[in-house]
């Protein structure tokens, strides 16, 4: 049993979780949309494109792990 001024204390807590799970979804469907993040499958094919035209696609990626 809890007393009359604790009633709603599980509520206030729960309320908080539900806001930051959909404070997370949103921030990850902005991340989703950013344009310029792309995962290396996406990149692999990728045409290449000079003023003048497509002169190669992407083959494979270096990546600097440190950097």
Same mark, same amino acid.
């Given at each position: 049993m809890l007393l009359p001024r604790y009633?709603?204390?599980?509520s206030a807590t729960s309320a908080r979780a539900e806001v930051d799970a959909a404070q997370a979804r949103t921030e990850a469907r902005q991340r989703d949309n950013d344009p310029h993040l792309r995962t290396c499958k996406a990149v692999l094919g990728h045409p290449i494109e000079a003023s003048d035209g497509e002169i190669a696609h992407v083959q494979g990626l270096l990546v600097d %792990? %440190?950097?």
């Open positions: 009633a709603d204390y599980g %792990e %440190e950097s």
